[in-house]
């Protein structure tokens, strides 16, 4: 019963908390560029009044990828938070993705088709990062299991820095953030049109919305792992540091151009090969 | 007679039937009857001994070990004159030695060695022999509509339909003999006949490129066989023995290694390992039918089949390492490769390497993780590659192409037919089907044993295999209405072996727990002793057979919201320009330009030429530190 | 509650002008008037817009290309004329190929004048669409 409780809080309030944070980006890029900016809950209301739109379509097939991919990022959140299996989450967060890129190519619409494919570039440059995630917290605590990670006795943060700093790498992915927005942009942002979402509206398009705030969790989550341990104390200090990569995530969005694919794919490889392997063959001497 | 002997020995005689009959219409329905059987035999073989195993010893060892004596020298015969006809002598020199070599020995060595079992039947023949029989049989009936079409479309290539079933059957009797042989001289025999099987179906058309491809294939694998030979006459010298079990369970030290090296050696050429593996994409010109029976689903699945009985001398030593380092080499490599491809075959091909790669790491490993992983990749890929193979063979069928670009139309031509390659690939990389779960334990086992380099390899080898799939999938969801496709109807024939394929592979990823249960832990505990268990977590399964659950019944959930909710249907945006059917928009002077949508295929970062040659380098060097080793006597 | 008031996105067609109003536009976005303080968002996308802002005339080439785009838009939508060229044709109304103002095509629901419209001028025309796109949301939902 506790455990049925416990999913619907996260189901409701990941989406929320996810929505939240999207309004304060706003608001601090306009800030950082000398405007005013939105209401903090401007996200809530774009998706209240997608909800309210009419919403059409190209074919009869492309929303229903859409609403799969919600489906299993949401799976994958309440894995996560629920403290379950950390590459089990990794699995059914790619399914969803994966969902989301064939929605593109499913509206056969050159824009979203160019969008998939990039985002499937993105995807082959940030994956092994966040499979090497959680090889590298498995490393360190033995154990795949989120609820075990953050009842460590050292933070993990201590014997994975160089994993950390890969992973707030390819954290500009999972924001969908400059200079790596290359398959979707967000707010005001143009790149390709709309890139994956070009066909989608109404409904779908605030389905897609939805996701991409229950990612925003997800990937924070990832950075919160590295930090948390068995004293309370540390799960204030993983907060804090949730919120200062986000912070950082918005300053290299507004400080950076968009970069090129090829320049995505061989940055990301290298820097998150280098940091990661480095790491992990240290760490695995030590065994 | 036993049982066993009937099921290896039924597909030779069906060979020869087949071979005699020129009816088509006849022909067909012995096809099919056979094929019936086999499959029939199989699964009685499998029920029968599965619970106890079997091991069996023949009284009539020396008779049969004449009658393969002669049958060896007709092949080597046969090998020498067409590499001196076709002006291939490397062929006509490795068939010459290992012959004479193994004949040498049998005649002058062999005495006083005795063979306590000749066959020996336990769980992990069991697996082997249910993918070759019942996927051999399924792709027999599939071939029967396949080839219906294919002489048909190619009036270029000369009909020899009954060479070609003939060869089928042979093939699936040397399979057969080959995973059930504990006796090495036997299984040597039934591996040189895969060998040739494989020469001669992919130089069935007999096209230049063909009978090119066909000699690149015997010459590597004859090369294996040389090594297999050479590790026959040095394990029956020095330990007085030919048995495969007896040799496992020998103590690795360097005079064990040594053979063990070589049989690697002979298990990598076959299975198209790095720098091996060419031959596997040459093979490819070879009907479909043939490439997902002996290219995909089989036979390239015997040199896995060796390492995995080998992996006990392989835990721990410097073969197993090398070994591991060249599979994730290969695995890592050749899923890059992939990514340039846009054949469907060529793809599918690089697949097949790059999995057994992975396959081939896991059995280096040696780990009962490792190859409890190592194990399930082989049974899931089996059965997906098959699937994908027989698919593509029919969309080549439906759309008069098997490039992956033109695939856009699929949807309009065959739903069904689109769905099953979906399944398929689904199959071969996504979450919570069979690949992914043992490439999850793979990855585990990876750890465990402190490979990390070989971690590092696997996960971005992941990424690599997951852009190549996807892009694939996404055309074939892609819904494009072009209208200048060839329509086809698609045969019963095909559409039945495809359809229990696809069933397989859903009802795989449902049952592994069971398959983990039944077969791969009692397997294990026979080689690491009790207390071997799952490598996962029952959680952890209750939540993939979950999402199984929901990709299966959510897009039925789906159907009644599409009733009830129609939309206003509105063209693509193509900046205001489309004109109206989303095919052309309006270019320059209004004129009506096709709009053509292109997968990436990033030459530049992934082709080939660029990867090709150091890729082998890299390898043919790992080999060399392996023969460095173990001259140098270093075993651990 | 009605939300389309507080998000509106916007798609900004130029046709035949001399981009006067054009800048003007854009001008709207930068931190001297900042729209997106309303959430006014300029998403270069019909199939996410609420109101199209159509600066200049209809000429032959442009026309099935307005068209288009006002199809691609989800209902509820509105259109902004901002200009007198998108009013009426203006100062290129007597050229061979030119249609007019926008509502030639398609209906118009506000107009905004001036050569070039100032900012205040469009935002003010963006804030009275707002009005007609909440009428026609409700109306939307009654009839459904």
């Known amino acids: ?287 | 007679m036993n049982t066993i002997s009937i099921l290896v020995l039924f597909p030779l005689l069906a060979s020869i039937a087949v071979f005699l009959v020129r009816k088509d219409a006849v022909r067909n329905i012995i096809v099919r009857v056979c094929a019936f059987t086999t499959g029939i035999l199989t699964l009685f073989v499998v029920c029968r001994y599965f619970k106890d195993g079997i091991s069996l010893s023949f009284a009539n060892r020396n008779t049969i070990d004449m009658i393969i004596a002669f049958v060896e020298v007709l092949i080597a015969a046969y090998i020498i004159l067409i590499g001196i006809k076709n002006k291939k002598y490397i062929v006509s020199i490795f068939a010459a030695v290992q012959t004479t070599l193994i004949l040498w020995f049998e005649f002058t060595q062999k005495h006083g060695i005795d063979v306590q079992s000749d066959i020996v039947f336990d769980r992990l023949s069991a697996v082997m022999v249910l993918i070759v029989g019942c996927i051999g049989s399924l792709i027999l009936i599939y071939t029967v509509g396949y080839m219906k079409w294919y002489h048909v479309h190619h009036e270029e290539y000369k009909e020899r339909k009954s060479f070609f079933f003939s060869e089928i059957f042979l093939f699936l009797f040397a399979m057969f003999g080959l995973v059930l042989s504990n006796n090495l001289l036997w299984m040597y025999f039934c591996w040189e006949l895969t060998s040739l099987c494989s020469y001669l179906l992919i130089g069935y058309t007999k096209t230049p490129e063909a009978v090119n491809n066909s000699f690149r294939a015997l010459a590597i694998n004859l090369g294996g066989g040389l090594a297999f030979a050479s590790a026959i006459v040095f394990i029956g010298m020095n330990f007085k023995t030919l048995e495969l079990s007896v040799l496992t369970v020998l103590k690795p030290e360097l005079m064990v290694l040594i053979p063990v090296f070589l049989l690697c050696i002979a298990a990598l050429t076959k299975s198209a390992q790095m720098p091996f593996s060419s031959w596997l994409l040459g093979a490819m010109v070879a009907p479909t039918p043939s490439s997902a029976l002996l290219h995909s689903a089989t036979m390239v699945k015997a040199g896995v089949y060796l390492l995995i009985r080998l992996a006990p001398l392989l835990a721990g030593t410097s073969v197993g390492k090398v070994i591991t380092l060249l599979g994730a080499v290969t695995f890592f490599v050749n899923s890059i490769i992939a990514i340039s491809k846009s054949d469907a075959k060529k793809i599918l091909a690089y697949s097949t390497i790059s999995n057994l790669g992975l396959i081939v790491a896991c059995a280096g490993i040696g780990s009962q993780e490792s190859l409890w992983a190592a194990i399930l990749l082989l049974i899931f890929h089996s059965i997906s590659k098959s699937l994908l193979f027989l698919t593509a063979g029919s969309v080549e069928h439906q759309i008069g192409s098997r490039n992956v670009e033109d695939m856009d139309i699929l949807m309009q031509v065959s739903r069904r037919l689109s769905g099953y390659m979906i399944v398929g690939i689904a199959g071969m990389f996504l979450a919570p089907f069979g690949m992914l779960i043992s490439k999850w334990v793979a990855m585990k086992a990876f750890i465990d044993s402190n490979n990390i380099l070989t971690v590092i390899i696997l996960g971005y080898g992941s990424a690599t295999t997951l852009f190549y799939w996807t892009k694939w999938m996404g055309k074939l969801v892609s819904n494009a209405n072009r209208k200048d496709h060839i329509k086809h109807t698609f045969h019963i024939d095909e559409e039945i072996p495809i359809f229990i394929h696809a069933v397989l592979v859903v009802l795989s990823c449902f049952t592994f727990p069971l398959i983990s249960e039944y077969v791969l832990v009692p397997y294990l505990s026979g080689l690491f002793g009790p207390g071997v268990s799952m490598p996962l977590g029952i959680s952890d399964v209750n939540i993939m057979l979950i999402m199984l659950s929901m990709l299966l019944i959510l897009p039925i959930s789906f159907i009644p919201i599409y009733k009830s909710d129609r939309r206003r249907i509105v063209p693509v945006y193509m900046a205001g320009e489309n004109t109206g059917d989303n095919e052309s928009f309006y270019g320059a002077l209004h004129a009506k330009r096709k709009v053509k949508l292109h997968n990436w295929y990033m030459e530049s970062f992934f082709g080939v030429k660029k990867l090709a040659f150091w890729s082998n380098v890299l390898s043919i060097v790992i080999i060399l530190v392996g023969v460095l080793l173990l001259i140098g006597g270093i075993t651990k | 509650m009605n939300f389309s008031k507080k998000s509106p996105w916007i798609l900004h067609y130029d046709g035949s002008s001399c981009n006067g109003c054009d800048i003007e536009v854009l001008a709207c976005l930068t931190p001297l008037y900042d729209v997106e303080r309303f959430g006014v968002i300029n998403t270069g996308n019909p199939k996410h817009a609420d109101i199209l802002l159509i600066t200049g005339s209809i000429n032959e080439q442009n026309k099935s290309v307005v068209k288009q785009l006002y199809e691609q838009m989800a209902n509820p939508k509105v259109v902004v004329a901002v200009g007198i060229c998108a009013a009426t044709g203006g100062i290129f109304s007597e050229c061979y190929n030119v249609l007019g103002g926008v509502d030639r095509i398609i209906p118009v629901d506000v107009y905004v004048p001036g050569c070039a419209a100032r900012p205040e001028a469009i935002i003010d025309g963006v804030v009275k669409a707002l009005g007609i796109l909440e009428e026609r949301q409700k109306f939307a939902r009654k009839k459904a």
């Open chain 1, 1 to 287: 019963m506790m455990l049925v409780i416990y999913i619907i809080a996260v189901i409701v309030l990941a989406p929320l908390v996810g929505g939240l944070l999207t309004g304060i980006d706003r608001v601090i890029t306009a800030r950082m560029q000398g405007r005013k900016g939105p209401s903090v809950l401007q996200p809530f209301y774009d998706v209240l009044k997608l909800f309210q739109k009419e919403s059409i379509e190209v074919n009869t097939m492309h929303r229903f990828f859409v609403y799969i991919s919600l489906i299993f990022v949401i799976f994958t959140t309440v894995i996560m938070l629920l403290g379950g299996d950390i590459l089990l989450a990794f699995f059914a967060l790619t399914l969803g993705s994966i969902f989301f890129v064939l929605g593109g190519y499913a509206s056969n619409s050159p824009y979203s088709t160019v969008g998939s494919e990039r985002e499937l570039l993105q995807m082959m440059a940030f994956e092994p990062m966040i499979l090497l995630t959680a090889i590298g917290l498995y490393y360190g605590d033995k154990s795949f299991f989120i609820k075990d990670i953050i009842a460590a006795r050292v933070p993990s943060i201590v014997y994975l820095p160089g994993v950390f700093l890969g992973l707030i790498y390819i954290l500009t992915f999972k924001l969908r953030k400059s200079p790596f927005d290359l398959s979707m942009s967000h707010h005001g942002h143009q790149e390709i049109v709309q890139g994956i979402t070009t066909e989608y509206s109404g409904k779908d398009l605030a389905i897609i919305q939805i996701t991409h705030w229950y990612e925003t969790i997800i990937a924070l989550t990832l950075v919160y792992l590295f930090f948390a341990f068995n004293s309370p104390v540390s799960h204030l200090i993983a907060i804090l540091a949730c919120i200062i990569a986000y912070l950082l995530e918005i300053v290299i969005d507004n400080a950076f151009a968009r970069v090129k694919w090829q320049h995505a794919l061989k940055s990301t490889w290298v820097i998150t090969g280098v940091l990661a392997s480095v790491n992990l063959i240290i760490l695995s001497f030590f065994r």
